[in-house]
């Protein structure tokens, strides 16, 4: 069970129309590819997706942070030295996205290993998350169809809308035709990733009143500590931290001081190990969460089902599950689908996933 090796692939795979929201756009998925090695021949599986525009990291110091610091320190530790390992890797600041998907690649070799799944090791609840589609910016008409077309195709029916521009009026419109063109059976919830003032986000929601929102998501910089507190105080539906509250501590922080009333958890970026840290104390808090989406391929998304999937909390409202399906392609041999609205997870060892060798040296980078 010792680990011998840790590889960081970059690959490259375009999507068939970029996710735009207000803090940034993705137009390609140029992702990387952890895999854990151990002197029993197996192999462990994970990505890790850039965020720039949220925590800083790129590709490029993606693999430049695992192949000079985060591969020495854990080659040579047990699968089953998790917290070691954890400590190690915390002792670099940041990078929550590389360090994740060492984490979850090991989780993945750990279950293989002992031929089990991850969601068995990890709390074992249910085998399934419904699915909430994320809406980027468009113009209405079109993101309405996109919902239909979702709805139809996978039998989604919880959407997320990303907000955030200006002036709100272009948003709030779009959030008005989707309850009007799908109807009162659909979830709808709004993300602002930071683009709004707090006093913009209170006009919003009071225009959006009558929609039936499920939740309101970082609808302004939570660094504008007084606002947000007062945008949190007079809103009737749960405002989620999601990059604002990555940590255990940043949680603690945000919901005590009354800038959150509910979590985002991503293992993206807080893997399999600290994303049940988060999970533990939002059960603590009673807090609802929400497991949220970094734009992920169908291997974060996989992984991000088999955490949701392991607990009550976690599998209680829709996650984030779908925004692979606008992808060209993916890596795995056995593609994800979605049915009736659900994802579920694999029943094989560990993620219960196979990376597909000809695809990866189609999109890989590094060759
Ligand atoms: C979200 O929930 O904010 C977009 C970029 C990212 O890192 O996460 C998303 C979705
Ligand atoms: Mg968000």
Same mark, same amino acid.
């Given at each position: ?58 590709? &490029? ?9 985060? &591969? ?39 279950? +293989? ?35 239909? +077309? ?66 309101? /998501? ?24 999601? /990059? ?17 009333? &509910? ?105």
């Amino acid at each position: 069970m010792k680990i011998t090796r840790v590889e960081a692939i970059p690959f490259a795979i375009p999507y068939r129309k970029p996710l735009k929201f207000a803090s940034g756009e993705v137009h390609v998925a140029e992702h990387v590819l952890v895999r854990v090695h151990t002197d029993d021949g197996i192999i462990g599986v994970a990505e890790a997706p850039p965020r720039p525009f949220t925590y800083g990291e790129t590709q &490029a110091g993606i693999i430049e942070v695992i192949d000079k610091i985060f &591969a020495p320190q854990v080659v040579g530790l047990s699968l089953l030295e998790r917290e070691t390992m954890a400590a190690r890797l915390a002792r670099t600041v940041g990078n929550p996205a590389a360090k994740a998907a060492i984490d979850m690649a090991v989780w993945d070799a750990l279950g +293989r290993t002992l031929n089990v799944q991850v969601s068995e090791l990890l709390g074992g609840y249910t085998d399934r998350m419904r699915v909430s589609h994320m809406l980027g910016f468009d113009e209405p008409a079109a993101m309405v169809a996109e919902a239909q +077309r979702m709805r139809e195709q996978h039998g989604i029916t919880t959407f997320k809308v990303k907000v955030g521009r200006r002036p709100v009026s272009l948003d709030t419109a779009v959030v008005r035709a989707l309850r009007e063109g799908l109807g009162d059976d659909i979830e709808l919830y709004v993300d602002g990733n930071r683009g709004w003032t707090a006093s913009e986000s209170a006009a919003a929601m009071k225009e959006m009143a009558d929609l039936g929102l499920l939740f309101a /998501e970082e609808l302004c910089p939570a660094d504008d500590v007084l606002g947000r507190r007062w945008l949190v105080s007079q809103l009737d539906v749960p405002f989620i931290a999601d /990059e604002s509250a990555v940590t255990p501590a940043d949680v603690t922080r945000e919901v005590l001081a009354g800038s959150a009333t &509910a979590i985002s958890i991503k293992i993206a970026r807080t893997g399999f190990t600290h994303s049940q840290r988060v999970h533990h104390l939002a059960e603590g808090l009673g807090l609802e969460v929400v497991m949220g989406n970094q734009v992920d391929g169908q291997l974060g998304s996989i992984c991000t089902v088999v955490f949701g999937a392991s607990y009550r909390l976690t599998s209680r409202r829709a996650g984030e599950l779908s925004n692979f399906l606008d992808m060209t392609d993916d890596l795995l041999t056995e593609p994800l689908e979605i049915h009736d609205g659900e994802l579920t997870i694999r029943p094989g060892a560990g993620l219960g996933v196979e990376i597909d060798p000809d695809k990866l040296a189609h999109y890989r980078q590094d060759t």
